[in-house]
């Protein structure tokens, strides 16, 4: 499964990239494949592990933020390995005319 969720600290001011810094890093530490963007962090794994490492990810902005937002979006494949690069490979692909 891959899911492309973004955290987002609310009564912090403007500036959140501290906050999302400690989202991202949970993600990045869960040894998950992932990719960050401007807008989403995208994690791939079985669904109870990539579902424990967003929790986390939200368990850390929360410990400096008095609220959260969570946006989630998830693409659930069961058995599929991989996604995470074969999805952009197949739009690079279409766009070089292949």
Same mark, same amino acid.
């Given at each position: 499964?891959?899911? *492309?969720f973004?955290?987002?600290?609310l !009564?912090?001011?403007?500036? %959140?990239? #501290?906050? @999302?810094?400690? &989202? +991202?890093?949970? $993600?990045?530490?869960?040894?998950?494949?992932n990719?960050?963007? *401007?807008?989403?962090?995208?994690?791939? !794994?079985?669904?109870?592990? %990539?579902? #424990?490492? @967003?929790?986390? &990810? +939200?368990?850390? $902005?929360?410990?400096?933020?008095?609220?959260?937002?969570?946006?989630?979006?998830?693409?659930?494949?069961? !058995?599929?390995?991989?996604?995470?690069?074969?999805? @952009?490979?197949?739009?690079?692909?279409?766009?070089?005319?292949?």
């Amino acid at each position: 499964m891959i899911v *492309a969720f973004s955290v987002t600290p609310l !009564g912090v001011g403007e500036d %959140v990239g #501290e906050h @999302v810094a400690d &989202a +991202v890093r949970v $993600v990045r530490e869960s040894g998950l494949p992932n990719r960050t963007d *401007a807008m989403f962090t995208s994690i791939e !794994g079985e669904w109870d592990e %990539v579902m #424990e490492v @967003v929790k986390r &990810a +939200v368990a850390a $902005v929360e410990a400096r933020a008095p609220r959260v937002s969570l946006v989630l979006k998830a693409d659930v494949r069961p !058995g599929v390995t991989g996604g995470l690069d074969a999805k @952009v490979a197949t739009v690079e692909r279409h766009l070089a005319g292949g």
